[in-house]
């Protein structure tokens, strides 16, 4: 419980800027991989971001060029730099954390994008 814990949601403007942290209350390198999800007015939850343990990054299709993955082992923290946010990107965004059999899931950080 309370493994992942996300922050740096807000309301923006169209085309602005907004940097979202996942915190674990361990150590990154226990997850198989860390993911950032959204889920949307009335849309299915889906699959923004991901970064495995190894450091390889995937993106959905249409975050790609303006959504960044990247960690701090350190700080044991996942961000979500997110560039050029259009109305499309509100939504609740999760951090997920794979580990063996088990899912962590944080309980999300409200992103609202204005036109």
């Known amino acids: 419980q309370g493994q992942l814990k996300e922050s740096g949601g807000g309301l923006v403007q169209s085309g602005e800027s907004l940097r979202l942290s996942c915190t674990a209350s361990?150590?990154?390198?226990?997850?198989?991989?860390v993911a950032w999800y959204r889920q949307g007015p009335g849309k299915e939850r889906e699959l923004v971001a991901r970064?495995?343990?190894?450091?390889?990054?995937e993106y959905a299709a249409s975050v790609r060029g303006r959504f960044t993955i990247s960690r701090s082992i350190g700080e044991n923290a996942v961000f979500l730099q997110m560039n050029n946010l259009e109305g499309a990107d509100t939504a609740v965004y999760y951090c997920s954390a794979a580990q063996g059999a088990i899912v962590h899931w944080g309980q999300g950080t409200q992103v609202t994008v204005s036109s």
């Open positions: 970064i495995t343990a190894g450091g390889t990054t």
């Open positions: 361990q150590s990154i390198f226990n997850f198989k991989a």
